[in-house]
């Protein structure tokens, strides 16, 4: 192997290109079919998002970060709201709310600012790059196929579930202190991280409640912070 100064696996995701958006417009529309459809005997929209929520979030254990995990949370709220009020739930009904929901990956899929000047100059500077991004394989090579990116890293590694076995397999040809997870979902990359023995560097920015912060706050403050991708560049 080359000799290269440091492993930078960097996350995808509202890391490098902007994501969590496009589910925005898919909810509400979803939520739009499911009261217009149940009309008086529909929730209050707020119950609805937090059913739809406590879902979805239970559904990661079923799904994984599958593509069909979204749209079938949706359905099964659907369902769930019919079933409390003793209604039939309607076939052409679920079929509109998956092919509704389905739509969250379809691109564009923006590249945050700063990211194409940032990769560049930590390549010239001697970094190994790795993108390690957790999702599902089809819409991932997607969203890299859609925003260009895939020529400015030395390997391109996408996983449907845990961070930490590929960040423990660079710790141990790069050395652990050489080896940094450069994310903004403190479960799937700082805690990941963590696990590894690995740094970590925290971006924050939007993303879904399931990636909030598990484990011991204390190991979570040592991780490096930045409010920009572009201040990486300053303190490696």
Not at 22 to 42: F, N, R, T, W
Not at 69 to 81: G, L, T
Request: glycine share 4%; hydrophobic share 35%; aromatic share 14%.
């Amino acid at each position: 192997m080359e000799k290269y100064q440091r492993c930078l696996c960097f996350d995808g995701d509202d890391t490098l290109w902007f994501n969590t958006y496009k589910y925005h417009l898919p909810m509400l529309q979803c939520a739009e079919i499911v009261c217009s459809d149940l009309g008086v005997y529909s929730i209050h929209p707020r119950q609805l998002m937090e059913m739809y929520n406590t879902i979805d979030k239970e559904n990661v254990s079923k799904y994984g970060f599958d593509k069909s995990r979204f749209p079938s949370s949706w359905v099964e709220a659907y369902r769930k709201i019919c079933e409390e009020r003793k209604i039939t739930p309607k076939k052409s009904i679920e079929k509109k709310l998956y092919q509704t929901a389905a739509k969250f990956w379809e691109p564009p899929f923006p590249l945050i600012k700063g990211v194409v000047k940032t990769l560049k100059t930590l390549r010239q500077r001697g970094y190994y790059l790795v993108l390690l991004t957790v999702g599902d394989p089809d819409v991932q090579k997607k969203k890299i196929d859609s925003t260009g990116i895939k020529k400015y890293f030395h390997e391109i590694v996408i996983t449907e579930n845990d961070k930490s076995k590929f960040l423990k397999d660079y710790a141990s040809k790069f050395g652990p202190e050489n080896v940094f997870m450069i994310g903004n979902s403190k479960r799937s990359d700082i805690s990941a991280a963590i696990k590894a023995g690995v740094r970590a560097i925290y971006i924050p920015w939007a993303t879904w409640d399931y990636e909030e912060w598990e484990g011991d706050e204390e190991l979570y403050k040592n991780t490096l912070e930045v409010d920009k991708i572009t201040k990486i560049l300053k303190v490696l």
